[in-house]
């Protein structure tokens, strides 16, 4: 398995008192960790009888034990930078954001970096000018993401300095596309060394979520390549302190064999493929999905396409000889036409079970219709998909029915894609979203359309298991707690326990041992489940004050 090394530990310690997520034994109150493999799950009964004096013991105090998260879309350095930069996602109106930049711009000195800022929400429902910008700022250099990432506002000042006004994109302030690119690069001037503490601190803060592995899709249009080297550990020692592993990902394309040997020598061998942000489109929120009706709130705008069928054919059957996985960022359903146009050319050339072997991905699969979804299971594409971003978008009013209308009921189809058997992993896309992974189940089991609503239990094996698999992970027991699988696991402090279905109408409360079906936190009532602790092949990566032994 390729990735960031983690190391094991030659412990015996005994989980008891609590409730533990286990197919093995639904209804297990124990967990005993050999080093770095679950050894047993059972009754508390059963802890009893095998506790011994080598044996650390945790008392659990009724706190759950479960599989370990997997967030199967991550920027790590961006999310790093967006918890030391200015946080906009909580902005209610514009004038709260100029009022937060002229804040910020007080007691700081240099350009000023924020994102997270949402304008669908506002009462004006407009972005901030380029001269507002100024004002707010002092003349600053300012560049602010919006939530998706894909564009931006920026000051006046900003864009005289780099002459935005003459890139495609560019409208008194508000960049997308070329005007973006050329933007964004004021937030990629960075010190190595700080991006090295970005890094850090991002998956420090992963690990105090009970995640356990981040999916990296680092890109040339995001960070230069170093930037992924690092977070490998490549140029440097790793910190001293256990961290999430991390499964790498470079969206770069490629056209010819050389590049993909230059790319994979220049990379070690590290990386699962040649995928992720490696968009065929844009986003929704900047207009730059691509789409094959106009955006309702813009007529005759159907977004930007980036790549043909020809370059994604081209990728995916190299990607497919080298025996790695390739993929695309791809969003709108025309961006989707132009996926499985290129996966057919690559079928053609190397052979459909050829494709199907080699397990494809594609990132958000936002707006998939039925013929979609035939043709991703057809050649064995999985999908990674974000379900926070129905809970932020989906709403009545919300920026989806702003962007598309009706289309927006067809959107982020989890039901009927795994119903289908189309492969899904849950992530974040964080900075885009925050990393909460049970917010992630929350927002798939309550999702805006009811007939795209699954169960919890569902959604925490796409956040889990199915985040292993997405990655290529060969050890089919990572991702569960029985007894022979990796100590890959979170402790979580919970109010409820229950089975939560997307049908009310279901005895979701029924213990019924008949059911065999372990218990996940109530997602419904408010109480937040808290981390306590993180473990990763036996490796402890987070642990609150309150986990006693």
Known sequence: ???????????????????????????????????????????????????????????????????GFVDAHVHTTELGMSLETLDLSGCSSLADLLGRVSSYAKGTAGPILGS???????????????????????????????????????????????????????????????AHEAARTVSRAIDP????????????????????????????????PEDLRRLLGLDGALPETPLPQVLPYWGQLVETEAEVAGLLDFFEGRLLGLAGDLNIDGSIGARTAALREPYTDEPGGTGTLYLTPEQVGRHLELMTRAGLQGGFHVIGDAGMDVALAG????????????IRAAHHRLEHAEMTDDA?????????????????????WGNPGGLYEQRLGERSRQMNRMASLLSSGVPVALGSDTPVLAVDPWAGVRAAVFHSNPKERVSARAAFIGHTRAGWRAAGESNFMLGQLAPGAPASFAVWEVQELMVQTPDANVSAWSTDPRAGTPLLPALDTGDEPRCLQTVHNGIELYRASELAG
Do not use: K
Not at 21 to 33: E, G, H, K, Q
Not at 50 to 64: K, N
Not at 343 to 354: C, F, H, K, N
Not at 372 to 392: E, H, M, T, Y
């Open 1 to 67: 398995m390729n990735g960031s090394p983690i190391q094991s530990a030659p412990t015996l310690t005994l989980y008891r008192n609590g409730s533990v997520y286990s197919a093995a034994d639904p209804f297990a109150t124990a967990m005993l960790v050999d080093g770095d493999t679950v050894a047993w799950v059972g009754s508390e009964h059963a802890a009893t009888s095998i506790q011994d004096s080598r044996m650390e013991v945790v008392d659990l105090h009724g706190a759950l034990v479960a599989p």
């Open 193 to 224: 060394d700080q991006r090295a503490v970005f890094q850090q601190a991002a998956l420090r803060h992963a690990a105090s979520r009970g995640i356990v592995a981040v999916t990296e899709m680092a890109a040339p249009h995001i960070a230069p």
């Open 116 to 178: 997270g800022w949402d304008e669908s929400s506002w009462p004006e429902r407009r972005v901030p000018t380029a001269a507002e910008l100024d004002a707010a700022s002092g003349n600053r250099p300012v560049y602010l993401s919006r939530t998706d990432v894909h564009c931006a506002v920026v000051s006046g000042t900003l864009a005289a300095d780099m002459q935005l006004h003459e890139y495609d994109g560019w409208d008194n302030g508000f960049v997308v596309r070329a």
């Open 343 to 354: 996966l057919q050319l690559a079928a053609d050339a190397v052979g459909e079970a050829a």
């Open 372 to 392: 979609a979804i035939a043709g991703l299971l057809r050649f064995g594409v999985g999908v990674s998909l974000q379900p926070g971003f129905d809970a932020a």
